[in-house]
């Protein structure tokens, strides 16, 4: 499985990005997707996560403001992140999980401006 991200940029406060991963590869195998982020001096953290099956997960930071989803036409999954905070400022990396593995995307910067 291969991903690529895109998307990140510099934003101000209040203000929305959508982030995508799109996935090549062994697809079929992949049971989650998702997106972790890490802060300068900090350990990376889950964000958001999505199943096969459609069921979402969100870190309590972001909850009501951002929103996992994916295109299974594209292979795309995608994180809509709204009401940004400078504390959301990161490097954001996607993943896929598959019964064996984990796979990373590269990382894309995210900066919010106070």
């Known amino acids: 499985v291969q991903l690529q991200a895109s998307g990140g940029g510099l934003v101000q406060a209040g203000g929305s990005l959508r982030l995508s991963c799109a996935a090549s590869?062994?697809?079929?195998?992949?049971?989650?997707m998702g997106w972790y982020r890490q802060a300068p001096g900090k350990q990376r953290e889950l964000v958001a996560v999505?199943?096969?099956?459609?069921?979402?997960n969100y870190a309590d930071s972001v909850k009501g403001r951002f929103t996992i989803s994916r295109d299974n036409a594209k292979n795309t999954q995608y994180l809509e992140m709204n009401s940004l905070k400078p504390e959301d400022t990161a490097v954001y990396y996607c993943?896929?999980?598959?019964?064996?593995?984990?796979?990373w995307g590269q990382g894309t910067q995210v900066t919010v401006s106070s």
């Open positions: 993943y896929a999980r598959t019964r064996a593995e984990l796979y």
């Open positions: 999505i199943w096969s099956v459609g069921n979402t």
């Open positions: 590869g062994s697809i079929f195998s992949i049971n989650s």
